[in-house]
Each structure stands twice: as structure tokens, then as C-alpha cells.
């Protein structure tokens, strides 16, 4: 593979600059070419290069640098060591191919063990959440740029079709290759993707956008199904966060090397394994296939849109929110009940992660991208908020969010940006909720003691008896018990029809508790548990 590419970079600080670092990619050979550039220090051990400039460039100056890269496999391997590009489904972004301007401290050593043995400090996994301005200029995705524009001429093997960012302009044929020529239609993040396969290609029109998924040709079976899921999110999230800037959606299929989806401007890489071949045809089972492709289109709001600070809490604004989109989405279309199941998901996976936590837990407030909090502690606690303060009131909350921080320069909005909107929409009888929702971990341990089922005239009399302890709990996992005083939601369920795994829902409500334990009696007639003595 060799990459050329043309870059502007621009000083938008407010004093000179005399010189450019570089963090170099250890596995391609690339060139450096800035005229008048001098090379001060070429660090080969880590792969980091200092450039002088002839001239320092002053603020709101400009200037054009050359960077190119190169990567040949050779000889035959035991094992394949770079499976971003491949025979017949290439994946990678620009970050891993070219140059980046600026140190790069994602690189440096992360593990505690490993850097006590080399006499370094612990490293804190993030800065401190704050709301001082002059801390939130870099995105914490990208210290060296902002939103920007690329157009891309991508030459493949004849037999394949390559997608890098934006709207197909143009492509060709010449000399044995496929040419596509791209261009963004808005400007973005500086993070995009590139692919090349011998791809089939399902598209539809949907609201002016153009929607489409490209896969190998046997794995057609869930295609229909992410088309059907990116239009039900167009529809939730255009209505509810506003405008979406691309003129296209794409879903795009890579091997199966790695299992994740995720999210570029306008198109979103989607693994072999975690969706085109998956078998979907359980009822009972969640469909991960709808609910991916919704959480990958909520991040062209949140992160492509609004997008946080490199500091604690802005995977809040990305992860979360976009898991929050997707199960809005899966409400819509599956209903209540099937939500219940994938948040006793997402409950679980949380409760069992936290336990496996080697530093430090974070308020959702603070979470330092950690997995378990953004994702599944966020989808149970921001649905919760929703139900009790109704979708409408977050929702209002998103929207604002967005209209005041969508593809904004910086300074970037931290969690609090969020979290104050949304308690400026919650009643003053819930505002505790924020506090105990994304401030504080909130811990608590509901179970059934007992419960009793008797016939009686013209039904079933059903009691049990019930117990809820809250708990804080600080960064250590240490908990503490504090007062009840919270709506929580009870249930009686039939017992499930053979060959499934859930009973429905005969009663479901939310009760306030004002003490740990409480009784509950309530009937339903025969018919409601026919099948289910």
C-alpha cells in the first residue's frame, strides 16, 4: 500500500511556531517533506521526529507539508501481522498509516507494574473533569486538529470497489486498477476510514439520504436489517437531535480478524462476525445486529457532532449517548418488554466488570473511557432518567446539546454541558436523580424474600415480600449504606411458555420506597396465568 497525501495545517494558537513534532507509524516507511523544514531530533527507538521550520509560522498563518507511506509484506509468515490490509477486505484509518503531528501520549507506557519498573510515575488514565476553557481545546480524540475537509483518490484491484469519506465524486478505470475519487460533504473529525473489498452493494433513498451496506456476497443475510435500522434511526434521531450533515450512511463489512463496528464521518466499519453472520432467528434473543447499527448512527450525533474534551467524563457524550439512541430506537420498534431484557444485560455486565476494575470506578460524570460505566452502567441509568422524567425532557436536553455545540471550534463541552441540561428538565422532586445517577455511585441490592401464590375466587392472589438497600460507594468499590428514598420498579411475571426464557410482564410499576422492606398483594384473574399454574 503507498499513501501520498497533500496536508494545510494552520496556527490557531495565539503564538508562534518554530517547530512540528511528529509520533511516527512503526510499521510503514513514510517521508516528512516541509520546505525550509530542518530535522532536529529523529528518535528511532520511539518513533518520534522534531522539525524546525525556516520560518516560524505565526498565528493564523498557514502552510502545506507532504506526507507519504509505504507498507510491502515480505516473504511468508507464520501468522499475519497486519491484517489492515488484506486481499479481499482492507481496513484501516488514518491514524495508523501516516504521521501525526504532535506527541502522541497514548503511546506511552500504560500499566502500572510496567511503569514502576521503569521508575515512571502512575499515569493518570485522564485529566480532571473541569470547566475551565483553556482545558478543553483538544477533542479527546485528536490533539492536532479540529474539523476538517479531505478528498481522496483511492486506487484498488479491478475487482474491487474502495469507500474512503464522503460522496462519491467520480471513478474510473486505467491500466489494470479501479479508481474512486471522494469528498467530504461537511467538514469532520480528523479521523476517517478507508476500505477495499469485492463488495455487493444494497442501497435506498431515505429522507434525500442515501443509505447503503456493502457485504460479500454470502453474507447477505442481516442487510436488510441494518438498512431497516439505519432508517429507523434517521427517522428518531433527525426528529429528535437534528439535522444529519452527510449526504450518505454506509455500513461496511471488514473480516473477521477483529469484532467491533464503529463509528467514521458518514460510514461505519462493521465486523464479519458481530453482525453479517449472525444467526438472528431466536425471537427470544436480542437483535444486536439492529442495535449495533443504531448505537454506530447515534455516534454521527454524538461524537461526529458534539464531541468532548480530552478530559474525564466526555465518553459520556459519546458512548453513552449513543447507547441511549440506539435503545430508543429498539423501543420503537420492539417495545418495552424486549428492553427489560437487554438492561438486565447491560446490568449484569456491569455488575460482574466492576468487580475486575484494577485502578479506579468513576461517576458517570467522571468516567475515564472505561467500557463498563459509558456503556452498560450508562444504557440502565440514562433509560432510567428517561422513565421517570419521560423521553420528551431528555430528549429536549440532547437537542439543546446539539444545537449549541454541533461541529463548534473549541472549547469543547465537558459531561457537565449534559448533566446540566438534563437537570434543568427533571422535576425539583427528582432532581436527586442527577446527583445519584451520574455524580455519585449508586449501588442497589433489591431482592424478593418471599412470595406466595394462592387461588382464589375468580383468580389468583399473589404476595411477596420485597427488599431494597441503597448503597454509595467510592472508587475502591467500598459501599456504604444511605437512606431509601426512591421510586423503584416492581413486577409480577407469568411463568415463561415452554422454549422461552421470559414470562410476560403481568404487572409492572414504580413504587417509592420509603423504608428497605415492603409487602406487596395483588390478583389477577385465571385467564391472565392460563397455561402458568
Request: charged share 25%.
Amino acid at each position: 500500500m503507498a499513501v501520498s497525501s497533500v496536508q494545510w495545517i494552520k496556527n490557531k494558537s495565539t503564538s508562534p511556531i518554530d517547530s512540528i513534532f511528529f509520533t511516527t507509524p512503526s510499521d510503514y516507511k513514510y517521508t516528512i517533506t516541509i520546505p525550509g523544514a530542518k530535522l532536529l531530533l529523529n528518535d528511532t527507538i520511539h518513533d518520534f521526529k522534531i522539525y524546525g521550520l525556516q520560518n516560524a509560522l505565526l498565528p493564523g498563518d498557514s502552510m502545506k507539508m507532504n506526507l507519504s507511506s509505504l507498507y510491502q509484506a515480505k516473504g511468508i509468515e507464520n501468522d499475519v501481522s497486519n491484517t489492515a490490509i488484506v486481499d479481499n477486505g482492507s481496513f484501516f484509518n488514518n491514524a495508523s498509516f501516516l504521521p501525526q503531528i504532535g506527541y502522541q501520549s497514548r503511546y506511552e507506557l500504560q500499566d502500572k507494574g510496567d511503569r514502576k519498573k521503569q521508575e515512571l510515575k502512575p499515569r493518570e488514565r485522564m485529566p480532571k473533569l473541569s470547566r475551565d476553557p483553556n482545558m478543553r481545546m483538544n477533542t479527546y480524540t485528536s490533539n492536532n486538529s479540529d474539523w476538517v475537509t479531505v478528498k481522496t483518490i483511492f486506487s484498488t484491484s479491478e475487482d474491487q470497489i474502495a469507500i474512503a469519506p464522503g460522496s462519491l465524486k467520480k471513478q474510473w478505470k486505467k491500466e489494470g486498477r479501479a479508481y474512486f475519487e471522494y469528498e467530504l460533504d461537511h467538514p469532520s473529525l480528523n479521523f476517517y476510514s478507508f476500505l477495499s473489498a469485492r463488495f455487493e452493494i444494497r442501497k435506498k433513498v431515505h429522507k434525500g439520504i442515501q443509505l447503503e451496506v456493502y457485504y460479500d456476497a454470502a453474507h447477505p443475510y442481516n442487510v436488510d436489517k441494518m438498512l431497516m435500522s439505519m432508517e429507523k434511526s434517521i427517522d428518531y434521531y433527525t426528529t429528535h437531535f437534528g439535522p444529519y450533515k452527510h449526504k450518505q450512511a454506509r455500513i461496511i463489512e471488514f473480516p473477521r480478524y477483529a469484532s467491533f463496528a464503529q463509528a467514521f464521518p458518514g460510514t461505519m466499519p462493521y465486523s464479519e462476525a458481530i453482525g453479517f453472520i449472525a444467526n438472528l432467528e431466536d425471537p427470544e434473543e436480542i437483535d444486536m445486529v439492529t442495535y449495533v447499527v443504531a448505537h454506530e448512527m447515534g455516534h454521527q450525533w454524538w461524537a461526529h457532532q458534539v464531541i468532548g474534551p480530552e478530559m474525564q467524563g466526555s465518553t459520556l457524550l459519546s458512548e453513552s449517548m449513543s447507547q441511549y439512541s440506539a435503545l430508543m430506537v429498539m423501543e420503537k420498534m420492539y417495545g418495552k418488554e424486549q428492553m427489560h431484557k437487554f438492561l438486565r444485560y447491560e446490568m449484569d455486565r456491569y455488575l460482574r466488570s466492576r468487580g475486575s476494575e484494577n485502578e479506579k470506578e468513576c461517576p458517570l460524570m467522571e468516567v475515564e473511557n472505561q467500557g463498563y460505566v459509558h456503556y452498560n452502567k450508562a444504557s440502565v441509568i440514562v433509560y432510567y432518567l428517561k422513565e421517570m422524567i419521560g423521553d420528551q425532557s431528555v430528549n429536549i436536553a440532547l437537542r439543546n446539546l446539539v444545537d449549541s455545540f454541533a461541529y463548534r471550534e473549541p472549547p469543547y463541552p465537558g459531561s457537565y454541558e449534559l448533566v446540566d441540561r438534563l437537570e434543568r428538565q427533571t422535576p425539583d422532586s427528582l432532581k436527586y436523580l442527577i446527583t445519584d445517577l451520574f455524580k455519585k455511585m449508586t449501588i442497589f441490592h433489591n431482592r424478593v424474600l418471599e412470595a406466595s401464590s394462592k387461588k382464589v375466587k375468580d383468580g389468583y392472589e399473589v404476595s411477596f415480600k420485597v427488599t431494597a438497600d441503597k448503597m454509595y460507594a467510592d472508587s475502591s468499590g467500598r459501599e456504604k449504606s444511605t437512606e431509601i428514598h426512591d421510586w423503584i420498579e416492581v413486577g409480577v411475571f407469568a411463568k415463561p411458555e415452554k422454549g422461552k426464557k421470559y414470562g410476560k410482564a403481568l404487572q409492572l410499576e414504580k413504587v417509592h420506597f420509603k423504608k428497605n422492606e415492603m409487602s406487596f398483594t395483588v390478583f389477577y384473574k385465571r385467564r391472565a396465568l392460563s397455561g402458568r399454574n
